[in-house]
């Protein structure tokens, strides 16, 4: 690639920028598409143009534009994000959720304030809400109708033992009526799973609170521990430290950026929990 190309390219790619930023989709898709004709293996023209499809809801370009960016530059978080996108919009949830994932840990690999880890948190949570949702629907469905069945079999063995022993009707109505309690026991135990809260205890089924960040008592997206023990949100955290001051909010003791690391064993509890409790991504 000459110095010109690469001089015209990138005109090109500024001129795109600012196409888009008027709201000048079709002109700014023009431009990164010179931008790509001149310099096709420069990921960033490939992610600009798929923004620009998505604005239009173009998913299909979407789609192939953000695949050749990831081929360019395996660690482009926004191609990442914007593939996921466009596969949850042909219904390929578990593809799509896959590429959200692995643009959420690529832009927590980077310890700098980002908009994307939350943004890209709340695609992911809606998605894996709607997959919990339905699984969770279906496993009720089916519940309820082995349960109804199993009703029919008590009440059939009931009318049976009525019949064998005339005698002792009491006896027999009484161990019937317990058949039915244990068994309405045991289908409503097997179905708490899937429920959120409960009428009757209002701390059941609660995101436990050494999951969820002291200051925006959320469940963590990307929790980095200070040298006090403490774990924030790093997007909250390092806004503390840029706006307020350079300090623990909590311990007030002297704090700096290069002092925070990633709570792995937090980010793993918090997935973990999420895998069981898909309820809790709708929490916030």
């Not at 521990?225 to 403490?230: E, H, K, T």
């Not at 774990?231 to 003791?253: A, S, W």
């Not at 002297?254 to 999420?274: H, S």
Request: proline share 3%; hydrophobic share 35%.
């Amino acid at each position: 690639m000459s110095p010109t190309a690469a001089k015209q390219a990138e005109q090109l790619r500024l001129d795109g920028n600012t196409y888009f930023k008027k709201g000048r989709f079709g002109a700014a898709i023009d431009a990164y598409t010179g931008a790509i004709t001149l310099c096709p293996n420069v990921a960033v023209n490939w992610t600009n143009r798929a923004l620009c499809h998505r604005k239009r809801n173009h998913w299909t370009k979407v789609e192939e534009d953000c695949r050749r960016a990831i081929q360019l530059d395996k660690n482009s978080v926004k191609a990442h994000y914007m593939l996921g996108l466009a596969l949850l919009e042909r219904k390929e949830y578990a593809e799509g959720v896959k590429e959200l994932e692995k643009a959420l840990d690529i832009e927590r690999s980077e310890n700098s304030k980002s908009d994307m880890v939350e943004e890209i948190w709340q695609e992911l949570a809606k998605v894996k809400y709607m997959v919990w949702e339905r699984e969770s629907t279906k496993r009720s469905w089916e519940l309820q109708s082995l349960k109804e069945f199993c009703e029919i079999a008590v009440r059939e063995k009931h009318l049976f033992d009525s019949c064998e022993h005339e005698g002792f009707l009491d006896e027999v109505s009484k161990s019937n009526s317990e058949q039915l309690e244990a068994l309405d026991r045991v289908f409503r135990t097997v179905a708490e799973a899937d429920l959120p809260t409960d009428i009757m205890n209002e701390d059941f089924h609660q995101i436990p609170d050494y999951l969820c960040c002291k200051i925006t008592l959320d469940i963590f997206r990307d929790p980095v521990i200070a040298p006090s023990g403490l774990t924030y949100e790093r997007e909250v955290i390092l806004d503390h430290l840029e706006k307020v001051g350079k300090f623990d909010p909590i311990t007030r003791k002297p704090l700096y950026l290069d002092q925070l690391v990633p709570n792995l064993a937090i980010k793993e509890a918090v997935e973990a929990f999420l895998d069981q409790h898909g309820w809790a991504y709708k929490m916030d």
